[in-house]
């Protein structure tokens, strides 16, 4: 798996990591951000955005999003589509893991936000990794020629969906309520040969043995019986409001609450890693808190970085 090195690498562009990247990369840090979805965060799913200073009151959130991002590309950073499954903060040089390479960062910034959800489903946590998952760009390889669920109906489980359907021999598609008729993908998806859209219906448990899952339960409105559906993988996308830390391990420490503990400077209790924005579970979760902090952060780590300016590599061994 090719290896990317930089000065910086951000998880999350969402206005903390769009907002750290730009100061980072006017310092002339190489920056990389690495971002899951930019129309998932919490400010691209914002319809109107109205108190951002200085940007016209109707702008969507989406919109203020692509500007920061531009912004930042604009000035260096380089911005890649991927999903964070795991790190690892232990040495000099921060190693970020995702399905399209291995990222190796003097400095790491955490700025994944708050959307990630707690476990809602009976056997959702119990059978986490073993057949639940939240991630089918990473996962859905496992389940060639198998069947799975996407439970959920935002863009996100569509977009998901869809990459589950070029591996999956059946892509059961669970809404509680069903996709509007101008939702262009939600169509494009229930076109597909090897999806069967479960409409109406609600998923009521997860189960499974010691291999992992083998079925769920689930009810439409109509029908007076639960059904039970024969399947290896279920796909989980509710909306939520909890600090997304599921590829953080226990390398950094959190409060109770799941938000990062930072000092004044953003700095975690990891030398050389921060956290920005939603991340850290504050009172007030704004967009312009969300951006603040990322400047922050983002002078901070050009300090640290002058003051070690000699860090080697530390992963070839020739
Ligand atoms: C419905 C709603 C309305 C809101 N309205 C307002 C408002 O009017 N004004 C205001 O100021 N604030 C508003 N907010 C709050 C504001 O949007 C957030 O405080 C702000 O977006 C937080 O920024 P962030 O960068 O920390 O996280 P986010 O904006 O959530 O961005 C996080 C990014 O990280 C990415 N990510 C997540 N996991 C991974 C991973 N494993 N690997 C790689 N990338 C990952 C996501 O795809 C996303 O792009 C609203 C929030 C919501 C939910």
Known sequence: ?????????????????????????????????????????????????????????????????????????????????????????????KTVYTPEGTFKGKSLVLASGAMGRPASFKGEADFLGRGVSYCATCDGAFYKGREVAVIGANKEAIEEANVLTKFASTVHWITSSDPKSDNEEAMELMQLSNVKHWSRTRLLEIAGDDMGVNNITVKNKQEEQPIKLALEGVFVYMSGSKPITDFVGDQIALKEDGGVIVDDFMSTNSEGVWAIGDIRNTPFKQAVVAASDGCIAAMSIDRYLNSRKNIRVDWIHS
């Not at 702008?59 to 000035?75: P, T, V």
Request: charged share 20%.
């Open 1 to 93: 798996m090719e290896i990317f090195e930089s000065d910086v690498v951000i998880i999350g562009g969402g206005p903390a990591g769009c907002t750290c990247a730009l100061y980072t990369s006017r310092a002339n840090l190489k920056t990389i951000i690495l971002d899951k979805n930019p129309s998932v965060g919490a400010l691209a799913i914002t319809h109107q955005i109205a108190n951002y200073p200085g940007v016209p009151v109707d702008i969507s959130g989406e919109k203020l999003l692509d500007l920061m991002r531009e912004q930042a590309i604009e000035y260096g950073t380089d911005y890649r589509r991927a999903q964070v499954f795991g790190i690892d903060v232990s040495g000099e040089w």
